[in-house]
């Protein structure tokens, strides 16, 4: 039996960390600013039909390293239009799968595939895209009818176009969004295999969300997440009452299984959402910011989303052998993709947890008609009259915070790492850290900026958290996405490796894949593309070369 121990909820104390000295601003990453010739991204927002198989690529300036051996998957836009419907917002594209391979002897590859989900089938099949679940909008409005018609039929939006994974004892890769539906499609030429759920609780159970990011063990290597659930009598002859069931898939006989760690409980009037979550070596953590999910649409899914600045953040560690958790409650923070998380030993010998997060400075002056996630329409990210510093300021002004669990204790503290970037006014998210570091004690961390306001432009930006120092890497009318981590098989050091990312120039409508070494920032190789590639949201490598 589960053991399920909730410590009394202690409110964060509110701290935060200086430079008192030189070093901290010994390096500064410089984003340039300059508006003068600067293009938008239009045709990262643009359809790309075409599917490619396999298509050798070439290297163009510089060199691949030779130790470099692998595939680096990708998930992002492939459609916002079938027919005469389109949506507006990047998470609503209809997704596409991107792979990037590279073997010891023999030529670069690329791929893309769309995900043939139960929504792409469906506008094919039809020549429309269908009506369903989105965060934007659907164009033209869909009708009473066909509303009524989704709230019974879509009933769950599977249109996955978050993240690529790879769980342990599955034959593929997975793709997932913030559901508990998952896909796999074929690790080499991206063909779908399998639509599947790990918990199937019956019919008379309601799964609302998973988190789009699982966390992996640094240990064993098995994947953590969560799926919300309620009973849709709230449990009274369910059994299943709402809340969070923490999940991990481990491999057992060559096959992936999911089994249950424990149980968070929550009301229906206090969902979070939770697009990702940390793992130690003993804990996984689920972070419950302060963006709710609310019931109040069926059909428009920022409907349901809002900013809640009298909701406190909630950490809850939970011990991974036996269910149990400590709460831990802080102010008002919203975020949503994790750094990093670990385990050390205080100075008086106490263990502590420690999560590492880019948050919003604050919602201060934000309009809480706006949901969240409108920042992705494509209306506005291309305009260049809408302003997002008039219409959400906040969404410029990120801090990275490091919430302190002290599990001897039961104390939560919270502290601003100083921001060692200009401008200072910067949107600083998509995270990405050596996978050898994960779970453990780190220092670096990669991420994606983006100037709103200054046609979209783009770069990556090198954070040492424990020197306080940065580099920054951005070129005029390149717009690089989110970076990935290769790590050197020999390499020690976290930052031993390369980075890799698809870089859009509207100059010419193409797209390159760039390489740079990890601890310079230095472009150290450029290879083509057969097709444009569009915005892509999450990546993994993935080493070794399947066949």
Partial sequence: ????????????????????????????????????????????????MDEVDNSEIKVLEG??????????????????????????????????????????????????????????????ESGDLVPHRVVGDILPPISVFEKVKMAVWDTSRDNNNITPWKLKGRAGITVTGESPIMFDVQDVNLDFLEKYEFFNKGRFVKKFMSASHYARHPVTGDSYNYVYMT???????????????????AEKEGTAVGEVVGFIPSSLDDIRIIHSLGVTENFVILPRLSLRAQLNSSTHVCSNIVFDSTAPTYMHVMDIKDGSFKTFKFPSFISVHIINSFERVNEVGEREVVVDYPTLTTMDGFDHNNCYYEILNIEYMLSDEFRYMKEFRPLNDVTIRRFVMNMDTGVGTVLDHPKTWLPKLLHVDFPFVNDRFRGKPFCIVYLHTIQWDNRNAMGILKLDLCKRTSQGWDDLNLFPVEPVFVPRPEGTEEDDGVLMAPVYDPRTDGSELY????????????????????????????PGYPE
């Fill in 1 to 48: 039996m589960r053991h399920l121990l909730v410590s009394i909820l202690l409110l964060g104390i509110v701290s935060s960390e200086t430079c008192s000295d030189s070093t901290c601003q010994a390096s500064f990453a410089q984003f340039d600013t300059s508006t003068e010739g600067r293009l938008q991204p239009t045709g990262m927002f643009v359809d790309l």
């Fill in 231 to 249: 009973g849709y009598d709230k449990g009274l002859l369910t059994g299943v009452k709402p809340g969070y069931e923490m999940i991990r898939i």
């Fill in 515 to 542: 390489i740079w070494d990890a601890k310079t920032l230095k472009v150290i190789a450029r290879l083509s593309s057969p097709v444009r590639v569009p915005w892509t949201n999450h990546g993994i490598w993935l």
């Fill in 63 to 124: 060199a691949v390293p030779d130790w470099v051996s692998g595939s680096m998957y990708k998930v992002g836009v492939g459609a916002f239009k079938v027919g005469e419907r389109r949506v507006n917002n990047v998470i609503d594209a209809l997704s596409k799968v991107y792979r990037w391979s590279f073997a010891p002897g023999k030529q670069p590859t690329f791929s893309t595939k769309f995900l043939k989900t139960g929504i792409f089938n469906r506008s094919i």
